[in-house]
């Protein structure tokens, strides 16, 4: 249960909040079914509420940046969000064999988005609203399996995101499809307790198309894709018994993004460290990040009606 009350006044007599007293209530369902100690699935559900704020709230506009104007909504209801969760694991410490899947879907209804309306000469009003069809859909998975008493190990990792947002430009409802994939592959060679070597490949998409409700491409909203490989390497050397050699390397290439920052990268760390008394619970370690000075945080994130990178 969630209750909500919700009051508020102004020192103007240009505004007015209604009040708003209500509980909202949500069912909260967990299942496990667990086949042995190391497998199992899990079922979660869980509900909740996000209330509009005072701003969004209140009917007034506000001026202080003229080419963007913003007014509130008294109407507005609250958000009512639904999240599902299904995931399955199968561990087996003995061999060192994991699988792991994960399955989540979240669905909005009255979503709070903002009507952006255009008012000319470069001017925008933005208006918050309730709409629906809000929802977003995302996997993952793990699997990896040792060779020869865990001499090899391969891995396989891979997600799948899919966002199917809503957005409002000019009252007209659109539609924003985002798609994020990934998968990657990784090998791993043991040598006693000498060397941990360690070699990966890995792939990611991400795809925006924009849509009208008729299923038509928009002029206002340009649709994307960028891509990106990554190369990686680690290793762990034990020069000594007490004297140990590290690295890790991602070298990466991007495509798709803007012209700005989409730089293909390689960055490095690397330490040596001395471990010290009879039980090497003593460390002392001199360490370089980013040995290249490549590294520039690349990444894209996407909104219901913008692309940021």
């Known amino acids: 249960m969630q209750p909500v009350d919700l009051k508020g006044k102004s ?3 240009d505004s007015a909040y ?3 007293q209500k509980v909202n209530i949500f069912p909260s369902v ?3 079914y667990n086949f ?3 497998k199992a699935i899990n ?3 869980a509900g909740n509420a996000s209330q509009p704020s005072f701003s969004q709230l209140q009917p007034v506009q506000d001026v202080s940046n003229q080419q963007s104007i913003t007014v509130g909504n008294p109407n507005l209801k609250p958000s009512m969000n639904h999240n599902v969760n299904l995931s399955y694991n199968n561990f087996n ?6 699988m792991f899947t994960n399955l989540t879907f979240s669905t909005i209804k009255n979503q709070i988005v903002n009507n952006n309306i255009n008012k000319g000469n470069g001017r925008q009003l933005s208006i918050p609203e309730n709409v629906n069809g809000y929802y977003n859909l995302l996997g993952f998975y793990v699997y990896s399996k040792p060779h020869k008493n865990r001499k090899y190990v391969l891995s396989l990792i891979g997600s799948c995101n899919y966002n199917h947002n809503i957005n409002l430009i000019d009252s007209i409802r659109n539609i924003g499809q985002n798609w994020i994939i990934s998968q990657g592959f990784n090998f791993e060679y043991n040598y006693k307790e000498i060397l941990e070597l ?3 490949i890995s792939y990611s998409l991400n795809d925006v198309h924009y849509k009208n409700t008729t299923g038509k491409p928009l002029t206002t909203l340009q649709n994307s894709s960028s891509n990106a490989w990554t190369f990686s390497s680690n290793m762990n050397l034990n020069i000594t018994k007490t004297l140990v050699l590290k690295y890790d390397v991602d070298y990466t290439i991007n495509t798709g993004l803007a012209s700005s920052v989409s730089r293909n990268q390689v960055i490095m760390n690397g330490s040596l460290e001395k471990q010290l008394f009879k039980k090497k619970n003593g460390i002392v370690k001199i360490e370089a990040f980013d ?3 490549q590294n520039s945080n690349i990444s894209r994130s996407v909104s219901a009606n913008y692309i940021t990178d």
């Open 30 to 32: 967990r299942a496990v």
């Open 11 to 13: 020192l103007t007599t």
């Open 18 to 20: 209604k009040p708003i």
């Open 291 to 293: 040995i290249f000075k």
């Open 93 to 98: 410490f003995v061999s060192g064999k994991v």
């Open 36 to 38: 042995s100690r190391s």
């Open 198 to 200: 360690g070699t990966g």
């Open 43 to 45: 079922f979660n559900y």
